[in-house]
């Protein structure tokens, strides 16, 4: 259905309408955006809580790997220390058991001679 309107009465009809419209939805809006602005506050609080406390972790596992890397290299330098002491104690044993194998040979010749000589005495003996 259409009725012909004059334009003034349409016109300022339109106005009031976007007068209204205005009136009953601005505190409407403002709550809206009030809402949207303290909701993307909280958010970013709480990211920043949790980038805090991830920080913090990280840093603290950080630390542990830092102290883990120190004991394994201390505990790397305590066995090549050991190994080393170790080393030196067979490389040691090793000269003690080759002068020992020196003097044993000495003796060795020793008591060949005095075999050889008591058995070329008991042969001059038995003639």
């Known amino acids: 259905m259409q009725c012909n309107v004059r334009a003034e009465l349409a016109r ?23 809402y949207a602005h303290l909701s993307q506050q909280l958010r970013e609080q709480q990211l920043d809580k949790e980038g805090a406390e991830l920080r913090d972790e990280n840093s603290t596992l950080h630390s542990q790997v830092a102290a883990l890397e120190e004991m394994v290299a201390g505990d790397w330098k305590t066995k090549a220390e050991l190994a080393q002491r170790s080393l030196q104690a067979a490389q040691e044993d090793s000269a003690s058991a080759q002068q020992e194998k020196v003097k044993l040979a000495a003796q060795l010749e020793a008591v060949t001679g005095q075999l ?11 003639v």
């Open 12 to 34: 300022d009809v339109e106005q009031q309408l976007a007068r209204l419209y205005a009136t009953q939805t601005s505190p409407w809006q403002l709550i809206i955006k009030d």
């Open 116 to 126: 050889e000589s008591s058995q070329a005495s008991q042969e001059q003996l038995a």
